[in-house]
């Protein structure tokens, strides 16, 4: 079974750097095909793509926010870390984490962590 | 950055009902690239729909999804009371995953 859990501080305070922590179990990032995606949804708002990194340690950055991310994997605790810096209010999201199986579901969202919730306030 | 733009932004329907869901991309999208989630408060987006018309494991065959190009569409062709919910669609090209402001299906 293929799973996925966020973790990381609930509230942040603006100007502070946000470090988020997935950590997933049934599959190996090692594995040709495989990457874990960050993806956040402010409340009431829409989806909104964050960063990407693959079996082969390639990473992508949304445009609008590259500057700010960070994105890494430990292969052997299978876990994939977010950093964002700078952190803002309008960066009050929950933050998802969630696979893409290139060779079931090319670049598809098929298992999603169940969200952390971080607000920005002082 | 591709951009899709979903319509219509709320589709007010009864079980039972017909719905299509609309999804324009500012340009051109490879099928193999153009997903559906579905998305239910409180919980997070669920695969539906790949490579613009194919289902993901354990989806109902109601769900359906065609288009290509710039046009995609999401057909549930008899509604039910579990598929009043959110419906995003999402994206891949040129190193970029984007998503669609999402289309609310409620219950008329």
């Known amino acids: 079974q293929v799973t996925l859990r966020e973790s990381g501080p609930a509230l942040v305070k603006p100007t502070q750097t946000l470090t988020l922590t997935c950590t997933f179990s049934?599959?190996?990032?090692?594995?040709?095909?495989?990457?874990v995606s960050w993806i956040r949804q402010p409340p009431g708002k829409a989806l909104e793509w964050l960063a990407l990194i693959d079996w082969d340690d390639d990473k992508y950055y949304s445009t609008s926010l590259k500057t700010r991310l960070t994105i890494s994997k430990d292969t052997s605790k299978n876990q994939v870390v977010l950093t964002m810096t700078n952190m803002d209010p309008v960066d009050t999201a929950t933050y998802y984490c969630a696979r893409i199986h290139n060779n079931r579901f090319p670049d598809a969202f098929d298992i999603w962590g169940q969200g952390t919730m971080v607000t920005v306030s002082s | 950055e591709i951009v899709l733009t979903q319509s219509p932004g709320t589709l007010s329907l009864s079980p039972g009902e017909r719905a299509t869901l609309s999804c324009r991309a500012s340009q051109s999208v490879s099928s193999s690239y153009l997903a559906w989630y579905q998305q239910k408060p409180g919980q997070a987006p669920r695969l539906l729909i790949y490579?613009?018309?194919s289902r993901a494991t354990g989806i109902p065959d109601r769900f359906s999804g065609s288009g290509s190009g710039t046009d995609f569409t999401l057909t549930i062709s008899r509604l039910e009371p579990e598929d009043f919910a959110v419906y995003y669609c999402q994206q891949y090209g040129s190193s970029s995953w984007t998503f669609g402001q999402g289309t609310k299906v409620e219950i008329k």
């Open positions: 490579g613009a018309s």
């Open positions: 049934g599959f190996s990032l090692s594995t040709s095909g495989m990457c």
